[in-house]
T-cell receptor
Framework: NAGVTQTPKFRVLKTGQSMTLLCAQD?????MYWYRQDPGMGLRLIHY???????AKGEVPDGYNVSRLKKQNFLLGLESAAPSQTSVYFC????????????FGEGSRLTVL | DQQVKQNSPSLSVQEGRISILNCDYT??????FLWYKKYPAEGPTFLIS?????DKNEDGRFTVFLNKSAKHLSLHIVPSQPGDSAVYFC????????????FGKGTRLHILP
């Protein structure tokens, strides 16, 4: 049972390059989220989706785009990477908002030079 | 303005003793509080939660206490074990389901042999 899978696990980019992080979940969850974790900052919500075809902005959405074309996948895109986007990115999913319990992926470490 | 605060970045506790992790919140409109545990190079995992209508929830060695009048919750781990060394995030779910779960910055717990 894979749960939430993120690819790639590691990536180094140069400033201005673009890339996409893929999140896949096999639990048939409706809700999916992208967070970033920075030292001393905790987990900050970038974008989220409450169902296939829907997306919404979180706390720190600037510089990122997302798409949820299929229920099981949630893509996070960086169109023009900046050093400030160096971070560890976590995808999460949940069946709904009954309790607030989220299931996280293992994380993707992104470095922008 | 931080709505969920974990004021201790780190905590060291002797193995076998009690670990107490604290969390304060500023918004009375949260109805569910959660604790997540995170090991290095892994995603956070759900540990325990408590509804705002309760003041205590226990699960094995883990107990969460909620003091609504003080807007304070704490996680007690008894007895502490080496495997408990991790970062612990406090999180709160707003009553308004349009608002997303808010995480604290985390407390790193070190269990000393």
């Amino acid at each position: 049972n894979a749960g939430v899978t993120q690819t790639p696990k590691f990536r180094v980019l140069k400033t201005g390059q673009s890339m996409t992080l893929l999140c896949a979940q096999d639990m048939n969850h409706e809700y999916m989220y992208w967070y970033r974790q920075d030292p001393g900052m905790g987990l900050r919500l970038i974008h989220y989706s409450v169902g296939e075809g829907t997306t919404a902005k979180g706390e720190v959405p600037d510089g990122y785009n997302v798409s949820r074309l299929k229920k099981q996948n949630f893509l996070l895109g960086l169109e023009s990477a900046a050093p400030s986007q160096t971070s560890v990115y976590f995808c999460a999913s949940s069946p709904g908002q009954n309790t607030g319990e989220l299931f996280f992926g293992e994380g993707s470490r992104l470095t922008v030079l | 303005d931080q709505q969920v605060k974990q004021n201790s970045p780190s905590l060291s506790v002797q193995e076998g003793r009690i670990s107490i992790l604290n969390c304060d919140y500023t918004n009375s409109m949260f109805d569910y509080f959660l604790w997540y545990k995170k090991y290095p190079a892994e995603g956070p995992t759900f540990l325990i939660s408590i509804s705002s209508i309760k003041d205590k929830n226990e699960d094995g060695r883990f107990t969460v206490f909620l003091n609504k009048s003080a807007k304070h919750l704490s996680l007690h781990i008894v007895p502490s074990q080496p495997g408990d060394s991790a970062v612990y995030f406090c999180a709160a779910r707003p009553m308004n389901r349009d608002d997303k779960i808010i995480f604290g910055k985390g407390t790193r717990l070190h269990i000393l042999p």
